[in-house]
């Protein structure tokens, strides 16, 4: 099992710019997490999904929307970048309903810059 | 949600019992605690999770006296691997996949030989 995957692992954008930030995992995991982490802030929560189709809010939602049109995938996108979204983005998945476990499973990050 | 408050840094030599605490005054009947390691440049790794009292598994050992104020994640012997940053997590979940997190800002822990 590859676990959680994060595409692309580095971006630099210009302020106005759009991009999408993909997350997959192949654990059959029904939670999937956005978070950002920024220097001496721990990590926040963007957005986060319970299910296929279903998303919600976090703490720090403004800025990104997100979408989770398949199990596997957690899409986080940026309509029109600004320099405070410049931060290392992590994705996470939980729960599995066999196991009844939500521990989170994180991946490897995708450090974003916006100039 | 509870708010977390975790020491930045602490220091330990190798061998020894490293002891970090994390404090959540504000907690909830039903929420739960869980602690995670990350190292540089890497997502957290899950460490411990519990409710109360104390729980126990092959790397660490998590303590929540019965007012759940507070939560105490104990590494026996730590070694030179342990260096990393340990963050605390409080989860409140509300039914109907209502989620609330919320991850303290992490204790740097550096092991020195």
């Known amino acids: 099992n590859a676990g959680v995957t994060q595409t692309p692992k580095f971006r630099v954008l210009k302020t106005g710019q759009s991009m999408t930030l993909l997350c997959a995992q192949d654990?059959?995991?029904?939670?999937m997490y956005w978070y950002r982490q920024d220097p001496g802030m721990g990590l926040r929560l963007i957005h986060y999904s319970v299910g296929e189709g279903t998303t919600a809010k976090g703490e720090v939602p403004d800025g990104y929307n997100v979408s989770r049109l398949k199990k596997q995938n957690f899409l986080l996108g940026l309509e029109s970048a600004a320099p405070s979204q410049t931060s290392v983005y992590f994705c996470?998945?939980?729960?599995?309903?066999?196991?009844?476990?939500?521990?989170?499973?994180f991946g490897p990050g995708t450090r974003l810059t916006v100039l | 949600l509870a708010k977390t408050t975790q020491p930045i840094s602490m220091d330990s030599y190798e061998g020894q019992e490293v002891n970090i605490t994390c404090s959540h005054n504000?907690?909830?009947?039903?929420?739960?605690i869980t602690w995670y390691q990350q190292f540089p440049s890497q997502g957290p790794r899950f460490i411990i999770q519990?409710?109360?009292t104390k729980v126990t598994n092959e790397v660490a050992s998590l303590f929540i006296p019965a007012d759940r104020k507070s939560s105490t994640l104990s590494l026996p012997r730590v070694s030179l691997s342990d260096t990393a940053v340990y963050y605390c997590l409080v989860t409140r979940t509300s039914g109907a996949g209502s989620y609330q997190l919320t991850f303290g800002k992490g204790t740097k822990l550096s092991v020195i030989p």
């Open positions: 504000n907690i909830a009947t039903n929420d739960y």
């Open positions: 996470a998945s939980s729960y599995h309903p066999d196991t009844f476990s939500d521990t989170q499973y």
């Open positions: 519990g409710y109360k």
């Open positions: 654990m059959n995991h029904e939670y």
